[in-house]
């Protein structure tokens, strides 16, 4: 993970905050930010061993009730001061309130969590990333499914899939000017953050160590982390982005490809997606 010196560092929906902790071999105190979606209250009863006390003896400003989703919660984080915002190992929460149930009933998970990534991206770019700083998002998600399903590679920045040749082509919608890229991943190396945990969102329990990847966005195209950064290879012609297959050998394979259940669910998921964007 990318951390240069001296760089400012806002943490989002960080469970148990043991993520933030961790970090503080990294990051120095004072330009660390730790945030949780769960309240104070919540949080020390849903996990009994938590890092909140850690932090705050730390010096770490630390803020509760934090909904990425929502403008007017994300304001309440400093604003315009971050070099890198990080969310690691997101994942909505499957308890809900009555009222987010019946707001959600109709929505599935994998669409959730687009959409919660969706607006992770567009809150962090627009109201806590300094204009003068790094610029840099990073979405730390293990490699397998479901979290492979919501394309984070495609789906959360202003891109265009079309289905219209050999393969659903990723191209660059008339608005991408200067508009946030995905710009490539790398291997998130856990070794790195001692005690860092990660937690299932509604109880008090761990969740297995697996092999993760950081997925990094800036609006800066050139910034000098893609050296270190492998770039997405699914977005070529011949290949399909959605299933990450390819390359196929010709419109025949292609065709069948199109036909299988993997690729039908994928294309399901997308347009769900598009659908749910256009009514954002």
Request: charge should be neutral; glycine fraction near 2%.
């Amino acid at each position: 993970m990318y951390l240069p010196k001296n760089c400012r560092v806002i943490t989002v929906g960080d469970g148990d905050l043991s993520f933030s902790r961790a970090l503080l071999a990294h990051v120095s105190p004072n330009n660390l930010i730790a945030s949780t979606y769960d309240s104070e209250s919540v949080l020390r009863n849903k996990y009994k061993h938590n890092a909140l006390d850690d932090l705050l003896n730390a010096g770490v400003a630390v803020f509760h009730d934090i909904d990425i989703t929502n403008l007017e919660s994300v304001k309440q984080l400093p604003q315009e001061q971050a070099d890198i915002v990080i969310f690691n190992h997101p994942l909505v929460p499957t308890q809900k309130t009555y009222a987010q149930y019946q707001k959600e009933r109709n929505k599935t998970a994998n669409l959730l969590n687009r959409n919660l990534l969706y607006h992770f991206i567009k809150h962090s770019f627009d109201v806590l990333l300094s204009s003068s700083g790094e610029r840099l998002c990073y979405i730390t998600t293990k490699s397998v499914k479901p979290y492979s399903h919501w394309h984070i590679e495609t789906s959360l920045t202003p891109l265009v899939l079309t289905p219209l040749v050999l393969t659903p082509l990723v191209t660059a919608s008339s608005d991408s000017k200067n508009s946030v890229e995905f710009l490539g991943s790398e291997a998130f190396n856990v070794s790195l953050f001692k005690n860092y945990l990660i937690r299932n969102v509604d109880r008090d329990k761990c969740v297995k160590h697996e092999a993760s990847d950081i997925y990094v966005y800036s609006d800066n195209n050139e910034h000098n982390i893609k050296s270190r950064l492998t770039s997405f290879q699914y977005d070529q012609e011949g290949y399909c982005p959605l299933c990450r297959k390819g390359p196929f050998a010709n419109q025949a394979d292609w065709e069948l490809h199109k036909n299988t259940r993997i690729h039908k669910a994928q294309w399901q998921y997308h347009l769900d997606w598009q659908q749910h964007k256009s009514d954002l």
